[in-house]
């Protein structure tokens, strides 16, 4: 596992980020990854502990720890620092589907988990896993490995995001014929329109998509099932249905004042930019613009972050960032010890960004937006007020409210479940949450022959969460399709 004293010779040491005044200049990924050598140093760090907690996730409180994935994280360290990059790639293919994914957007759970983080910086196993699948890619050792034998059983996934891909390409390895269909005018649902650029690059996605297709299974775009397509025709045609449409319902916010132009929810936002770099190389009038506006982000999570980010990119000309949340503390708790999630304050890219152009921290704590300002129909500021939580309620602090100048309020403020129709069309029974109703690890539906799997089966999560799910949902169809498994 690495080398025994590498720990205790070598420091942590991350790839380094362009400054951010100059990495605004465009939509590109800005980390250059490290020397060769310098990450087999890096793999070195992986120590011999014994009870890797990084690999396998468990339940603590109400939080998980670890890889839901279970990588086998100490092996390929090993393999890492000892240069044999196709085994380590070997090892990683083994659990993780897409780590060309996860290592560039996944939060990173594993690390949080590892034991170098309880007295030191823990290993950079996310930059590992993600060294060995571009040199797998750079060596071309990733080429299509279609299955030698067929079932005759077919399979639609309805969705092509994290869940859907990683559904349809281990039934794909199995032998069955599967067919993706997908809203989108693009594979890769939130992996193509809702992280933007600058996490991952477009043609990341599309490299993945077009081995897949080498691989056998079939993409098919701007396929409204449940809606312009039939359900019904879907289940006749198909041995197999899984349901893999996310959790793309915003939550919404309580606001006074009436509708006005220039209020935006983030995901619609960040879809514009996305498609207008594709398509037109973000031409003015293509896409929504934040430049020269001053923008207004309700929402503290990755996607307000990624808000920011790419408003500045536009060249707005003020943001501010509105958390309901009181700000974290700096260092752990007594109570959130290691291994636990570590509950402490992040500053991400974007407020990185916010910082060095306009010179201060873009967030405000425990605040919301309570009222709309408009002119003639226009958005002209928004009126906030301080809350705090009392008793699991939101609480409006008395005389606490302001006005904030705002031509663009985009709402971050996360997601309530999946668009409904699509299920309804199938027949599937929904929670209250407005997630597919199955019970944890059963990835079945009260449809016969209709799973379902990722954010529209568990509610919005991380990408690493939607790609186990659909591992584990895709042994289950294949159960159901032939009596029995032979899948990990």
Known sequence: MGKITGFLEYEREDSSALSPLGRIENFN?????????????????????GVPFCQSIIRLGNMAAGCPLHNLIPEWNDEVFNGNYQHALSRLLKTSTFPEFTGRVCPALCEKSCLCGVNGDPVTIRENELFIIEKGFEEGNMIPHPPQVRTDKKVAVVGSGPAGLAVADRLNRRGHNVTVFEKADRIGGLLMYGIPNMKLEKHIVDRRVRLMEQEGITFVTGADVGGELPAQDILNQYDAVVLCCGAKQPRSL??????????????????????????????EGTYLSAKGK??????????GNDCIGTCIRHGCKSIIQLEMMPQPPEQRAASNPWPEWPKTLKTDY??????????????????????????????????????HFQDGKLQEVPDSEQV???????????????????????????TARNTVNSEEGNYKTNVDKVFSAGDMRRGQSLVVWAIAEGNQCARQVDEYLMGYTNME
């Open 29 to 49: 990924e800005f980390h250059p990854p490290l020397g060769e050598e310098e990450r087999r140093c890096q793999g070195a760090r992986c120590m011999n502990c």
């Open 254 to 283: 309580q606001m006074e004042g009436g509708p006005a132009e220039g209020v935006h929810y983030a995901v619609d936002f960040l879809t514009s930019t996305t498609r207008s770099l594709l398509e037109h190389g973000l031409r």
């Open 294 to 303: 001053r923008v207004v982000v309700v929402g503290g999570g990755d996607t």
């Open 350 to 387: 974007g407020q990185e960004e916010a910082i060095a152009v306009f010179g201060e921290d873009p967030r405000q704590y425990e605040t919301t937006v309570k009222q709309l300002l408009s002119q003639d129909g226009k958005l002209t500021g928004v009126k906030t007020v301080k809350v």
């Open 404 to 430: 904030l100048d705002a031509d663009l309020l985009l709402i971050a403020a996360g997601f309530v479940g999946c668009e409904p129709y699509v299920p309804k069309a199938f027949g599937v029974e929904l």
